[in-house]
């Protein structure tokens, strides 16, 4: 028989805010909170430019100097939200669980501050060579080498990297872990920090950036607005949680992973409609036992009308029941951490039975149909939430979260 998981530990830093708390306040908030603004981790040449940064982070205050230099500022946002996660869940890893615990956490990009700054040293500067650690440092297994170096864990610890899924997919493969017993204890998340000058002008010849603001949904809506941070997880088999008298938030009742086979950067109805319904055949529920989706929703016009459809034809009549938000309006496209920091908005939901909304948004689109929980927060009863994630080359992954029951 499978363990059944569930989260006991939430950790994040981004846009929202610094900690879990400023993240609840931001995102259940009645008001509306500036987190999108024109860029300034670098000096934009296109004045258009905007994103979702980290407002007022100073990396002197979590580290050392020594220990910045081995740390791309992705890796500073893993190790963060990381401790906010482990000092929630009052867990200590002691010589034997530190073999039974498992580091997985994804990345997109990686050390995009590390590469860009050494390609401005050599093709710039006139540098012959670049600091000792700059490959260390980009490297996407980086953030998870420093989680399970800092911790000392000693079980199974790797990066995944499937562009805006990176994280959904370290939540579902350490879900798989903890059922077939492999570990006890899963850390699991996502980090990104590519709010940088080179990484904008890439991005910006795939005609995806919005110039405004993120409207996901929105008949005026104009692209995606990059974000920066991280999201980490604590998961425990139901039955070490247990043990250690551990507070429970929610279980991970069912995970679903499809590709498209179909386009680098066009999403394919099929492809999230099949992890949707892998999802919920995991979790063995009916679409009717649904209440909330969190979307991927990045605001983008193509994206946004395949998951309208693709939800249409998961839940039929009952998607005129659903309520869908996307939370990207609030913290922004935060790419690999996209789902681990989606996937604790989704928990929050569920603990507070309140749902956060889709901001910024203006029109209705008669191609996105559903109710997207426009602008304000809406108490709600929620039992069992969704949280999707379909990344640039098919990659697509839902996750299942439900109110814990013994």
Not at 38 to 46: G, I, Q, R, T, Y
Not at 188 to 196: M, N
Not at 217 to 222: E, H, L, T, V
Request: charge should be positive; glycine fraction near 6%.
């Amino acid at each position: 028989m499978l363990n059944r998981v569930v989260v006991t530990g939430l950790g994040c830093i981004s846009a929202a805010g610094h900690n879990v708390k400023a993240l609840t306040d931001t995102l259940f908030s009645y008001h509306d909170i500036n987190t999108i603004a024109p860029v300034c981790n670098f000096k934009a040449k296109k004045n258009a430019y905007i994103a979702a940064e980290v407002k007022n982070y100073n990396p002197s205050q979590f580290f050392t100097a020594p220990q910045l230099k081995q740390l791309d500022r992705f890796s500073q946002f893993a190790l963060i939200a990381t401790q906010e996660a482990i000092e929630d869940a009052k867990i200590t890893f002691s010589e034997h669980l530190a073999h039974r615990t498992c580091v997985v956490h994804g990345t997109s990009i990686g050390g995009q501050e590390t590469i860009e700054h050494a390609y401005q040293q050599l093709f710039l500067e006139g540098k012959t060579r670049t600091h000792p650690f700059t490959v260390p440092k980009l490297l996407p297994s980086s953030a998870t080498s420093q989680i399970s170096m800092k911790y000392g864990i000693k079980g199974p610890a790797f990066s995944t990297s499937s562009a805006c899924s990176s994280s959904g997919h370290a939540i579902a493969i350490a879900t798989m872990m903890l059922r077939c017993n492999m570990v006890d204890v899963a850390i699991v998340g996502g980090a990104e920090a590519c709010i940088t000058e080179g990484n904008f002008i890439a991005w910006d010849g795939l005609r995806v950036l919005s110039a405004d603001t993120c409207r996901p949904f929105c008949s005026n809506r104009s692209g995606l607005v990059i974000g920066e941070g991280a999201g980490t997880l604590i998961l425990e088999t139901q039955e070490h949680a247990q043990k250690r008298c551990a507070h429970i938030y929610a279980e991970v009742s069912g995970v679903g992973m499809s590709s498209d086979a179909h386009n680098l950067v066009q999403p394919l109805v099929e492809g999230a409609e099949q992890a949707m319904k892998m999802a919920l055949s995991d979790a063995k529920v009916n679409a009717e036992q649904i209440q909330y989706i969190n979307a991927h929703g990045s605001g983008t016009l193509q994206n946004d009308k395949t998951e309208t459809q693709a939800i249409y034809q998961v839940f039929k009549e009952h998607s005129k029941k659903l309520k869908v938000s996307s939370t990207k309006s609030t913290h922004g496209h935060v790419l690999g951490a996209g789902a681990a920091i989606e996937s604790i908005a989704t928990i929050l939901a569920l603990k507070k039975q309140m749902l956060p909304p889709t901001r910024n948004y203006q029109k209705a689109d008669k191609d996105c149909f559903l109710d997207y929980v426009t602008n304000h927060p809406i108490k709600h009863s929620v039992k069992q939430a969704m949280s999707n994630s379909f990344a640039f080359g098919g990659l697509n992954v839902s996750l299942l979260f439900s109110t814990y029951k013994n």
